[in-house]
């Protein structure tokens, strides 16, 4: 019985990642979803309260931001040094898992053009997961002087821009963004910003 309510949970969030990666978010509906996965719509109710819980399952499964902690739990963290190489692990896998996956960036499109209960619940969780991760990475580091909340936000930020931009250019500021070679460009800045900023004692 538990297996075929998680196979069927499971066919509604795999039904929302098609309409989704098909028409983007505009097309999510409870009759389409359910059409879609080939169940009564009823279940969507049962399972996930409605639409809006369903998609928020969808988007923790897709969204890399949901498991920074669990990432960073699993490093050993004494000093300075290691924060700041974690860091830039942090960053270049936030931008190879954003390269590789259409979805979240769609995800991350829809919540940059609306603003509902859904969107709304994704900014607060990420903004506490966010702050408890910088907060610890903060205190290892030791310093007052490196801000690592506004630094990680210019990065990231950054990252979502120019993957997005790649949707409708191919290159930016002379670096392409639809190639191997640039995006490995990127990386290497990353490296460089971060080795620019860690503590030399």
Do not use: C
């Not at 928020?56 to 924060?83: M, N, T």
């Not at 990231?156 to 191997?180: D, K, N, P």
């Amino acid at each position: 019985m538990q297996r075929n309510k998680d196979q069927t949970r499971q066919r509604l969030i795999d039904a929302v990642s098609a309409l989704v990666e098909r028409s983007g978010f505009h097309s999510l509906g409870i009759n389409a979803v359910a059409r879609q996965a080939g169940v009564d719509k009823v279940l969507i109710y049962r399972y996930f309260g409605g639409l809006d819980g369903l998609i928020l399952e969808f988007i923790r499964q897709q969204d890399f931001f949901s498991h920074l902690e669990a990432f960073a739990a699993e490093r050993k963290l004494e000093s300075a040094g290691d924060v700041f190489d974690l860091s830039r692990e942090l960053f270049i896998a936030q931008l190879r898992a954003m390269r590789g996956n259409r979805l979240l960036q769609e995800i991350l499109l829809w919540e940059l053009s609306t603003d509902n209960e859904i969107t709304q619940t994704i900014a607060r969780t990420r903004e506490e997961q966010g702050s408890r991760l910088v907060q610890r990475l903060q205190h290892i580091s030791g310093s007052d002087q490196t801000d690592l909340a506004a630094i990680g936000n210019l990065i990231i930020g950054g990252i979502i821009y120019l993957i997005l931009r790649a949707r409708t250019v191919e290159t930016y500021s002379g670096v392409e963004l639809r190639s191997e070679e640039g995006w490995q460009r990127m990386e290497k800045a990353i490296g460089q910003v971060m080795d620019a900023l860690r503590p030399q004692n």
